[in-house]
């Protein structure tokens, strides 16, 4: 396992490394976690909330039990994080993501987060593994929802705001993404695994390694003998030989990743 950061003894190896592993690879996957994003300006899980927020934690509001509860403060939280995505502008690590595709390789991209960055920075097909802010399902017979735009903004006057009905059934809307509790869709899940396995590399960008059964993709492209790049602001990694850890900023590293991979040659 090789590094590369500020305390390294050599800066620039595993950086070179991974050039060269992305430099060969006909298929690339990239995989994302919060980290990537929290440099948009997006609270991971693990940042306290503010304003009107602070009292609660996030990972309360993460639940079916919350919305039954009070789905009222969790619609309501949901359209404020709506809210904060719409605003944030995806970074250069989204766009470095982006820019992959441009060079002559096959890149699949699998990501843990319900904003829409990696979409607004180029990238195509993104697959959601904890699903999407940007369309609501009902709470009762899960059909995809679709509402026009001002039912989905945050009121002025406060967190409170009753979710829509279904169009169908009448039930309760709710966002569409996996809580707490809940499994991975078996469709998306499958696809994620499939294409893990059969990339060459992967690269593992902000991701905390907690949240299981996303936690084992790197572990999955490992023993199916690709090289892993972990990308992060700490060491991740688990010292298998085909790991490189790239220490700091996604913003930072893979700009200069990407820099330093030539395009592949086009058939003629």
């Not at 503010?50 to 509001?61: C, E, L």
């Not at 399902?137 to 001002?150: D, M, N």
């Not at 009905?165 to 809307?173: D, E, F, P, T, Y």
């Not at 090289?227 to 913003?251: R, Y």
């Amino acid at each position: 396992m090789n590094q590369v950061g500020e305390d390294s003894g050599s800066p620039g190896a595993a950086l070179k490394r991974a050039s060269d592993a992305l430099s060969n690879a006909g298929h690339i996957v990239c995989f994302s976690g919060a980290g990537i994003s929290a440099e948009s300006g997006i609270a991971t899980y693990r940042d306290p909330l503010t304003g009107i927020w602070a009292p609660h934690d996030p990972q309360t509001m993460e639940t079916a039990s919350a919305f039954r509860k009070n789905p009222q403060l969790v619609w309501g939280w949901y359209l404020w994080r709506r809210q904060q995505v719409a605003n944030a502008q995806p970074n250069a690590a989204h766009l470095a993501i982006g820019q992959l595709a441009t060079i002559g390789r096959k890149v699949s991209v699998i990501t843990q987060n319900v904003d829409d960055l990696h979409e607004r920075a180029g990238s195509a097909d993104v697959m959601h593994l904890h699903g999407s802010l940007s369309t609501p399902k009902c709470f009762a017979c899960h059909r995809p929802g679709t509402l026009p735009q001002h039912q989905m903004l945050l009121p002025a006057d406060g967190a409170l705001v009753e979710p829509p009905r279904c169009g169908r059934c009448s039930g309760k809307l709710r966002p569409n993404v996996v809580w707490y509790g809940e499994d991975l869709p078996s469709d998306v899940w499958k696809s994620a695994v499939a294409l893990v396995k059969s990339c060459e590399v992967l690269i593992s960008v902000g991701t905390s390694g907690i949240v299981t059964p996303a936690a084992d993709i790197p572990w999955l492209a490992l023993s199916s003998g690709a090289t892993v790049i972990h990308v992060n602001t700490e060491d991740v990694s688990t010292a298998q030989p085909n790991e490189l850890m790239l220490i700091g900023k996604a913003t930072e590293v893979l700009p200069k990743l990407l820099a330093l991979v030539p395009r592949a040659e086009q058939p003629q």
